[in-house]
């Protein structure tokens, strides 16, 4: 759903010129990763991840458009040892580094493994996405809002390191971060066909760490709206949206 804000994002790097060697930290299926290898045509692209399923749909997703032979996936997992991974001149990272147990170590690893002069670009989302209309829906006004506080509450004791300013990190690390910039995003679903099953699945993993959290009845209205082939499913609306903000950080090697 945001393959043209990745877009956008690769676009804007601040890069002297196009880097041949590119490591995607944390690439799940690959959707920076394809980014990538489409805004600079000449580059490898090394993709870390330390899910086997994810590097076995990525594979298969570069097969079927004729780029696995630029595409090197790697195994690992990036708290313990590193594999190698050569000298790339730039290392991308997009809704990784929030999940590092220790992500002063991660920035120091990136540090030490980018060709001097090198950009790591750290793309992270500002919470999650929003599907329905402001205050919605109308059968329960408010309930997207609630799973969301619930939802903040959870990562804020879980995942703490989702929605950290990652500037002094990088500066720590050795880096001059040399742009930060927030991006917003605000797809229409009447010009997205997808956003339904994206809604549909957002809200489904959601409710796995809201669930306790919140009271019966946003309980009960969450579940009528993920019951696909019922008559609240949110499937069947025509009213979604897609409403969230990522911040990228640009940081250089010196
Ligand atoms: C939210 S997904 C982001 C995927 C992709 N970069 C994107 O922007 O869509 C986070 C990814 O980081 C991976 N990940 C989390 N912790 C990791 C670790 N310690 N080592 C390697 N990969 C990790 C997960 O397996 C997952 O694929």
Known sequence: MLAEHTASITAS??????????????CGTGAGTFALLAR???AEVAAVDSSADHLRRLREKAEA???????RTVQADLDAAWPDLGTPELVWASA???????????????HELLAPGGLFAVVEPVGF??????????????LEERIHA?????????????????????????????????????????RHEAIGRYALRGLQRMR???????PAEDLTALDRLLAADGPHSILRRADLAVRTERTVWAARRA
């Open 13 to 26: 790097l601040p890069l002297k010129s196009g880097p041949l060697h590119i490591v995607d930290l944390g």
């Open 40 to 42: 600079f045509p000449e």
């Open 65 to 71: 458009s004729g780029v696995d032979d630029r595409v």
């Open 96 to 110: 990784s580094m929030h999940h590092m147990a220790d992500p002063a170590r991660t920035l120091r690893k990136v």
């Open 129 to 142: 996405p929003r599907f329905l209309p402001e205050g919605g829906p109308e059968e329960r006004p408010g």
């Open 150 to 190: 619930a939802s903040d509450q959870h990562h804020a004791e879980h995942v703490p390191h989702c929605g950290a300013d990652w500037g002094p990190g990088l500066t720590d690390a050795g880096f001059t971060v040399e742009e930060t910039r927030t991006i917003t995003v605000h797809l229409d679903g009447s």
């Open 208 to 214: 796995g760490t809201v669930a306790q959290a919140l």
